[in-house]
Structures are given as C-alpha cells and as structure tokens.
C-alpha cells in the first residue's frame, strides 16, 4: 500500500509559477513511476506530467511543454511538479499517483494509487 499526500496548491497570478509536491508513505517509493494529473471542474482528470520509477524518462502533456517540470527525490519519498508560466486553464485539483509498473504511463488506470488532491488557482 502507498499512501500519497500532496501540498503547495494555493492562487497565483497568471505568468506566475507554483511547486507542488506529492510525499509517499512506505519503503518501496523509488519503484513505482509517479505522475501527476489534474481535473477541472466539469472536466474529466487529465494527464499533466509522470515520472519513470528510475527518474531518467519523463513525459508530458503538449500543453504544459516547456513550463512544467516533473521530478522526484527518491531519499525523500518525495515527486515535485514545478509549474512556471501558469494561465488560468492551469486552474484544476491536482492530484498525484503512483504506478507500480514503474514506467510513466500517461493513462488514469495504469495508476494504482491516488493522493486528495490540491487545488491550483491561476487569475488573470
């Protein structure tokens, strides 16, 4: 069993930027790949960003490309999301999951293990 908790959602301004992190109960962190998705309301959860259980392979949604940055810590259990440059359409609960395959599958069902979430707000 994995428990994930995420933190650092709160409001930003547009072109602003926001980490946000996801820490993992258990020993066994460093083998599952981790990934991040998002939901809007009215709007199904999405896939943003994931992270290969190894660290060196990442993937991420065409939309966020080049603003954000998907990582992990593996000593502290530990996968961030760095999101600069945000645009209102940012605005979603971000929720972090973690996948026992190890590979960053950008499918919801590829994730066993869901965090509560953490809302993102951008203003314009």
């Known amino acids: 069993q994995v428990q994930l908790v995420e933190s650092g959602g709160g409001l930003v301004q547009a072109g602003g930027s926001r980490r946000l992190s996801c820490t993992a109960s258990?020993?066994?962190?460093?083998?599952?790949?981790m990934g991040w998705f998002r939901q809007a309301p009215g709007k199904e959860r999405e896939f943003v960003a994931a992270i290969w259980s190894s660290g060196t392979n990442t993937n991420y949604q065409d939309s966020v490309k080049g603003r954000f940055t998907i990582s992990r810590d593996n000593t502290k259990n530990t996968v961030y999301l760095q999101m600069n440059s945000l645009k209102p359409e940012d605005t979603a609960i971000y929720f972090c999951?973690?996948?026992?395959?190890?590979?960053?599958?950008?499918?919801?069902?590829?994730?066993?293990?869901w965090g509560q979430g953490t809302q993102v707000t951008v203003s314009s």
């Open positions: 258990g020993r066994t962190f460093s083998r599952y790949a």
């Open positions: 999951a973690a996948d026992p395959r190890g590979l960053g599958s950008t499918e919801r069902n590829a994730y066993n293990y």
